[in-house]
């Protein structure tokens, strides 16, 4: 029972990261890049408030950050920033920062939990017929 253990969660960790991987997969196929401006920094929570034009039609947006990578504090109020939101849906939109990292990290992260899930199949397979071959080989002391 304990080796269908690590396809399992292989599986839960596949199913809980379908969702992202499939935002990132239409960001990276639909995504249509534009700029935009800061709106408003919300420290607390630690949410940029974005806004963007299309067609004439204002949209906003926010986004998490963390002080490590963003650079959030030298940006104000009406300071202009990529953003890419999806041509059939503009009001769908997310920072183009590390857009292709994040499509990439999806990847890599579906990949590495498949290659786990079917291990954990596969090994107790491998494991079981290892097993019975050497108990063909040996012969029986009764």
């Given at each position: ?30 995504g249509v890049a534009t700029y ?74 579906t990949e590495i939990y498949l ?12 494991g079981r017929r290892k097993r ?11």
């Amino acid at each position: 029972m304990w080796p269908l253990l690590f396809p399992a969660l292989a599986l839960v960790a596949m199913l809980h990261l379908t969702p992202t991987l499939y935002q990132d997969f239409k960001f990276a196929r639909n995504g249509v890049a534009t700029y935009g401006w800061y709106a408003d920094l919300e420290e607390q929570n630690k949410y940029i408030h974005y806004a963007y034009q299309v067609g004439g039609e204002t949209f906003g947006g926010q986004e998490s950050w963390d002080d490590e990578n963003s650079n959030i504090y030298s940006h104000h109020d009406g300071d202009k920033l990529e953003i890419s939101y999806l041509a059939h849906t503009p009001w769908i939109s997310r920072r183009r920062w590390g857009m292709q990292n994040r499509w990439q990290d999806s990847k890599r992260w579906t990949e590495i939990y498949l290659v786990v899930f079917l291990a954990g199949i596969a090994l107790p397979i491998v494991g079981r017929r290892k097993r019975s071959n050497l108990a063909k080989k040996q012969p029986s002391t009764i």
